[in-house]
């Protein structure tokens, strides 16, 4: 089964995941179908393509009304401020991740379940969320059939998880 992802915010977190998934050997697994973000489709092409840390990313990369299109695969941009209002269900999602920032309390994070997605994953510590997983550290403890709206913690906290 391929799980549909959506990315809301496609600022650095977004993009690394976007690109975690398309090249990091997990794209049996997962497809991004959606983005939404604020910023225009020709700006989140480039920004996806040129990176000042990562470096150039190694695909095709074009921009239309629709979306972005990332090696003939066209994915779908929306810039929509209210997450309850983003076409999760039609589009299928299954799991968004929330990387905007804005969305860090599980009340608000819940928009994306009302508008139709199964899960969501804070990239952020966040507030009243049914669960915080940090790899190697607490992953077994995750239940999907209890935990909706999850935090993976912060970037300090992962990157100091495997010490």
């Not at 049996?28 to 225009?40: I, K, P, S």
């Not at 009304?65 to 066209?74: A, F, I, K, P, Q």
């Not at 507030?127 to 995750?142: M, Q």
Request: net charge negative; glycine share 8%.
């Amino acid at each position: 089964m391929t799980y549909k992802i959506g990315i809301n915010g496609f600022g650095r977190i977004g993009r690394q995941v976007f690109k975690a998934i398309d090249q990091g050997g997990f794209s049996d697994l997962f497809e991004v179908v959606a983005v939404n973000d604020l910023t225009d489709n020709e700006t989140l092409a480039h920004l996806l393509k040129y990176d000042s840390t990562y470096g150039r990313y190694d695909a095709e990369i074009s921009a239309s009304d629709e979306g972005v299109t990332v090696n003939g695969r066209l994915v779908k941009v929306t810039a929509e401020k209210d997450p309850a209002a983003l076409p999760w269900a039609e589009l299928g999602v299954d799991l968004v991740v929330e990387s905007t920032g804005h969305f860090t309390d599980a009340g608000k994070a819940r928009a994306h379940i009302d508008a139709g997605a199964k899960k969501v994953i804070i990239s952020a510590p966040a507030k009243d969320e049914d669960i915080t997983v940090v790899l190697g550290v607490n992953e077994t403890a995750y239940d999907p059939a209890r935990h909706h709206i999850i935090s993976n913690a912060s970037c300090t906290t992962n990157c100091l998880a495997p010490v």
